[in-house]
């Protein structure tokens, strides 16, 4: 620009409007190809959906039975349009598995994803304040070293390999904590007492550790 000086827009509450309109837009194609991939995903993977409910010895009539009742009869198009007009008013269906709506199935998983989320952050951004002050006040000391060594490991650490490694020492060798689960009465019955928070302990520390590494070099 003339003068040094970068132009502003005359009306930037308008151009963030219009960025934001067409940032909306894009997630619209990004949504319907996702759920393309997930419903062809479903068709090609081995197996049939059905086999889990039917008895061993189901009759022809009692197969034909239930593919007309899920709508497996119908065409490929057919039933992923007729299951997107459902999705878009809010009908996810019922879970052949569990035969429970699959609404009630993902909030469930979503009250204990944030259960966990929120315990992890609290534990990354405690570590990682603490070992960034720690850092920062004993500079170039074997302190600050330690705590930046232990910050970067954090970041470098793989989630899903940490996780293996701690439910072996702690879960398979010591035996201190469970392996799987969120609690001994199943996932829909969580409660803030030590035997549900044992089941917490090995993954809000293993979703920890990222943040953790990165608030540390960041304090």
């Known amino acids: 620009s003339r003068g040094g000086r970068f132009p502003f827009p005359k009306d930037p509450e308008g151009v963030m409007r219009i ?10 194609p990004i949504m319907l190809g996702v759920s ?3 419903f062809a995903l ?17 009759s022809v009539e009692m197969q034909e039975q239930l593919m007309t009742i899920y709508g497996f009869d ?3 198009p057919e039933q992923f349009f007729r299951w997107l007009s459902r999705a ?6 019922n879970s052949i598995a569990t035969g429970r709506p699959v609404t009630a199935e993902v909030m469930n998983a979503v009250g204990n994803t944030l259960i966990l989320a929120v315990t992890a952050t609290i534990i990354g951004f405690t570590l990682g304040g ?19 060594t232990l910050a970067v490991v954090g970041v470098s650490v793989p989630h899903y390999w940490l996780g293996m490694v701690l439910v072996i020492i702690f879960s398979v060798e010591l035996g201190w904590f469970p392996a799987t689960g969120a609690g001994p009465g199943g996932s829909s019955q969580w409660a803030w007492d030590w035997e549900h928070m044992r089941h917490l302990v090995l ?15 960041t304090v």
């Open 19 to 28: 960025f934001t309109a067409r940032r909306t837009a894009y997630t619209i």
């Open 36 to 38: 393309l991939v997930c």
């Open 42 to 58: 479903v068709h090609i993977s081995p197996g049939d959906p059905l086999v889990s409910i039917l008895p061993p010895d189901a």
């Open 74 to 76: 119908r065409s490929y």
């Open 88 to 93: 878009l008013q809010g009908d996810l269906g």
């Open 130 to 148: 603490l070992f960034g002050f720690v850092a920062g006040f004993f500079r170039d000391s074997w302190i600050d070293k330690l705590a930046s």
């Open 203 to 217: 993954p809000a520390v293993t979703m920890s550790v990222i943040p953790m590494g990165i608030v540390a070099r």
